[in-house]
């Protein structure tokens, strides 16, 4: 059964860091893009990152770019999501993604429960 | 980065409705769009993809057309279990969704 679980959020101050978690089971991550998408309190979804089955093809919305980085630990079937210099506006649920395919399309098949982050002072 | 717009941002309707949400791209994306529900407190769930491809398991009230620029999500017959926020999202280069249309119970 695929499945994807989500760790390591709380509450974090501006400015500071923090790393996200998403165990996978089930399937290989080595075999798939994992994505990272998250939703703030009472709004919609937004993409923020991706990152390649061999971890060599990484990508970054414009509005988390040079602040989070992507890695993935292929061994432990783990990815993460190092959050730096955090703000107000990154106060969503964190959510890691699966992207399957079909005939070269593309589709987020599975998603873990997600993980929160509040970044206040 | 290609913009997605989605209207109405919202509407109510009523069980046994035919309910149309419509989806458009900022520019063409083939048929490289995908429909997702999300209810309050869930983890959104794939519909549609690749425009109009049913995923398994996905009751058959439901039906994606469209390509290029527009897209449209249909229930055929709305059920209490509808109820929910739809977003559409493409996967023509690096992903985005649509802000989403909230479906609610007249």
């Known amino acids: 059964q695929v499945q994807l679980v989500e760790s390591g959020g709380g509450l974090v101050k501006p400015g500071e860091s923090l790393r996200l978690s998403c165990a996978a089971s089930g399937f290989s991550i080595s075999d798939h893009y994992i994505h990272w998408i998250r939703q703030a309190p009472g709004r919609g979804l937004e993409w923020i990152s991706y990152i390649s089955g061999r971890g060599d093809n990484t990508n970054y919305a414009d509005s988390v770019r040079g602040r989070f980085t992507i890695s993935r630990d292929n061994a432990k079937n783990s990815l993460f999501l190092h959050l730096e210099s955090v703000r107000a506006e990154d106060t969503a649920i964190y959510y890691c993604?699966?992207?399957?395919?079909?005939?070269?399309?593309?589709?987020?098949?599975?998603w873990g429960r997600g993980t929160l982050v509040v970044v206040s002072s | 980065d290609i913009k997605m717009t989605q209207s109405p941002s919202s509407l109510s309707a009523s069980v046994g409705d035919r309910v149309t949400l419509t989806c458009r791209a900022s520019?063409?994306?083939?048929?490289?769009l995908n429909w997702y529900q999300q209810k309050p407190g869930e983890v959104p769930k794939l519909l549609i993809y690749a425009a109009s491809r049913l995923q398994s398991g996905v009751p058959s009230r439901f039906s994606g057309t469209g390509s290029e620029t527009f897209f449209t999500l249909t229930i055929s017959s709305l059920q209490p279990e509808d109820f929910a926020t739809y977003y559409c999202?493409?996967?023509?280069?690096?992903?985005?969704f649509g802000p989403g249309t909230k479906v609610e119970i007249k």
């Open positions: 999202q493409q996967s023509y280069n690096v992903r985005t």
């Open positions: 520019q063409d994306i083939s048929r490289y």
């Open positions: 993604a699966r992207e399957g395919d079909t005939d070269a399309y593309f589709f987020f098949d599975s």
